[in-house]
């Protein structure tokens, strides 16, 4: 018989200090739910958005976040026939991934091979189906065309730079300085430093004016505009986050509606005489889309089994030490995905 389950939670709104360590009773398979022993589960930046009170869609707090998983099966509900006790697999949560068992609906689990280890494994389902999304189910990204990659040095970054080396397209990425190296060495031709240059300048410097076919933002605020700026007539630009939103640990609603107060609008007819494209993404509401996600998750695995894809992790942080996991997002230090795993 199972014992009492460890979560992290979100208490109040704050900073990450805020986050507690609690105990509660085990979850249950109801009918149609898989049990899954946690091995490590991924953080994603709508996580601290929600622990700072800045998203919409979060539960209501005191919660558990968390919308991805890897473990094994611990325990099988009433009408559950695709796996079996024992199994390798990653599942996609909504909330409560920051525990060390849950109960999910067996079509938003798929088995993993014995190739890919935990930690790799829960940076796998947020991260690679948004940028699957935008990259290749939407955005149609083909060879010979060029991306530019917002924050191509985090977990979604890490994705679509894998993604567009696989499609053979011209990779533009920005990030900090110290990440340039490691940036060239994934594959990403030009880099470039937001911090001391304008990215839009940058563009339109080294495509001659051109600028790119394809760019995924999730920075927000002015930096929308200079992006759809930067597409080229048949461009795509995709948006899916709003990390400006929240540039430092502690809240600011002041900072929150400066950057809602800049964002831009985009009117239909200049959208067409400009022959340019806005999608937007939010994996989150695509819920009742799960057997959809869970089939493209499939494709992904695939990818990673033939070695195609290889998930980047930066850290796994214990549960005890999921304000300093926050807190490292927060700062801009991680490259590829930050985990939390079971202490």
């Not at 339109?204 to 933002?217: E, K, M, S, Y």
Request: proline content about 6%.
């Amino acid at each position: 018989m199972l014992g009492a389950m460890r979560q992290v939670w979100i208490p109040r709104k704050g900073s990450p200090d805020v986050l507690e360590v609690r105990e509660a009773p085990d979850p249950t398979a109801r009918a149609g739910d898989v049990l899954i022993r946690v091995s490590a589960c991924g953080i994603n930046f709508a996580d601290i958005l929600a622990r700072m009170g800045l998203y919409p869609d979060a539960p209501r707090l005191p919660a558990v976040v968390g919308y991805e998983i890897s473990g094994v099966v611990e325990g099988l509900g009433r009408g559950v026939t695709g796996l079996g006790i024992g199994q390798r697999v990653i599942g996609m949560t909504r909330f409560g991934g920051y525990s060390d068992v849950v109960a999910v609906p067996e079509v938003q689990v798929i088995p993993i091979s014995d190739a890919i280890s935990f930690e790799k494994a829960a940076a796998v389902p947020v991260n690679y189906l948004t940028a699957w999304l935008m990259l290749i189910k939407l955005g149609n990204l083909a060879e010979g065309e060029r991306i530019l990659i917002h924050a191509a040095g985090g977990g979604v970054g890490q994705a679509a730079v894998q993604l567009a080396r696989w499609r053979g397209a011209e990779i533009y990425g920005t990030a900090s300085p110290d990440k340039h190296e490691r940036l060239r060495e994934a594959g990403v031709d030009h880099c470039i430093d937001y911090r001391s240059n304008d990215f839009e300048e940058e563009i339109a410097r080294l495509t001659d004016g051109q600028g790119v076919h394809l760019v995924i933002d999730a920075v927000g605020g002015t930096s929308f505009k200079k992006s759809y700026r930067s597409l080229t007539p048949m461009g795509r630009l995709f948006l899916f986050g709003i990390s400006s939103f929240a540039p430092s640990t502690s809240r600011s609603i002041i900072t929150a509606l400066r950057g809602f107060l800049s964002l831009p609008t985009f009117k239909p007819i200049p959208l067409m005489n400009e022959n340019r494209g806005v999608f937007g993404v939010n994996l989150g509401h695509l819920w009742n889309l799960a057997d959809q996600l869970s089939s493209m998750l499939g494709e992904v695995c695939g990818l990673i089994d033939q070695g195609v894809l290889d998930p980047v992790v930066d850290t796994a942080f214990p549960f005890t030490r999921a304000a300093e996991a926050h807190a490292f997002i927060q700062d801009r230090k991680n490259f590829g995905k930050v985990l939390l795993t079971p202490d």
